[in-house]
C-alpha cells in the first residue's frame, strides 16, 4: 500500500519546482526541495550542494523590465536562477538590463516594444518560448503615469492607462495560456500534478485606496485586481497562482520630482513624469508612512521574487501591499 504521506509529499516536491517528472519523484527527494523554503541565501546553499537556487529552471517574461522595479526584479530574478526576458519600450534600456544579467552569469533576452500594441504580447511569449522553451513566471509591471484632475482629464489620458494598465495585462496572460495554463493541465493529466507558475501583476496604492489626480491610474490600477482574482480562481487548480502588488511610493522616476523632467514616449507623444512638488511629496512621506521613508526598486523587486517562488506556493487570488506600513 501507498505510504499515506506521499501525495502531499510529491506535491509539495513539485511545487518546490526542483525536481524532474511527477512520475520520478522519491519522498527522500522532497526533504531536500522542502529546503528551499528555508532563508539560507542562493550562493550558500549551491555552496552546500543544495537544491539550488529558488527559481532555479524557470522562465520569468518581466514587461517595463528596462527601468525601476522592473529592472531590479529582472536582475534579482535573474540572480535566483530564473532564465528573464526582459521586455521594454526603451529597446537600448531592455538591452542594457539583460546585458547585466548575461554578464552576472544568468540567462536573459531583451525583447522591445509595446506591450499596448495588440502584437506585442504573442511576440514576447513567442521569445520566451523560442529563446528558453517555456515559460512560468509572467510579471505584468510595464506602466506609467499619466496624471490630471478629473474635470480636466482627456479621454486619451483615460484610454491610455487602461490601455497599458489592464488590457496588455490581459492581453499577456491570454497569449501565456498555452504556455502556463495548458502546459500545466497536460501536466496534471500525465503526471498527476503541475509545476509551479506564478503571475504577478503589478497594481498601485492608487488603485487599492483611491489617489486624487489619478481618476485614470487608480481605475485601471483597481481593474488589475479584478484580474489578478478571475485568474487564480480560473488557473488555480493548476497550480497557475496568481497575485497583485499594490505598490506605494518607490523611488523611481514615476515618483521623483516633476522637475526633474522626465518623460516618456508612448504613441510619440510625451508624457512627463512625477510628482510635481517636491515639498509635498516629502511631507506626504514623512507623514503618512510608518516607515518613514520611500521604497526602493530593489525592495519592490523583493516582493516580486518572494510571490515567484515557491515560498508563496500556498499564497493566490492576494493583493499585497508594499508601501512602508501606510494605510493600515
Ligand atoms: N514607482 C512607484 O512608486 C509605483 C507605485 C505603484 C505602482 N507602480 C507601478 O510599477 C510599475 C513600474 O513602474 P516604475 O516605478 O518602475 O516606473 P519606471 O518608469 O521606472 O519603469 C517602467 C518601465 O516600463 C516601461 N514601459 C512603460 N510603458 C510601456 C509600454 N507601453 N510598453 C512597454 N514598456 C513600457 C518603461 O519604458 C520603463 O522602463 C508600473 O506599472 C507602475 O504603475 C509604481
Redesign the pocket.
Known sequence: MADAAEGPRRRLAVLAGQLGPASAIRSDQTTAAASTLGAQPCAAREAAGGPGPLLAGQVALI?????????AAAKLLASHGAAVVV????DT?AQLVADAVQEAGGRAVAVA????DPAFAERAVGEALRVFGGLHILVN?????WDGVIHKMTPEQWSAMLA??CT?PFRLIQAAAPAMRDAAKAEVEQEGAARPRSIIN?????GTHGNAGQAN?ATA?AGVVGLTKAVAKEWGPLNVRCNAI??????????RPKEGGES?V?GGKAVA?GIPSADSYWSAIKGQIPLRRVGS?EEAAGAILALASPLCSYVTGQVLEVNGGSYM
Open positions: 514587461t517595463g523590465a528596462g527601468k525601476g522595479i522592473g529592472e521586455a521594454d519600450l526603451d534600456a516594444g509595446d506591450v499596448t509591471n510595464a506602466g506609467y503615469t497599458v494598465h496588455a503589478i497594481s498601485s496604492t492608487s491610474y490600477k499594490a505598490f506605494g511610493l518607490i523611488d523611481t522616476r514615476l515618483t516618456i508612448v513624469l526598486a
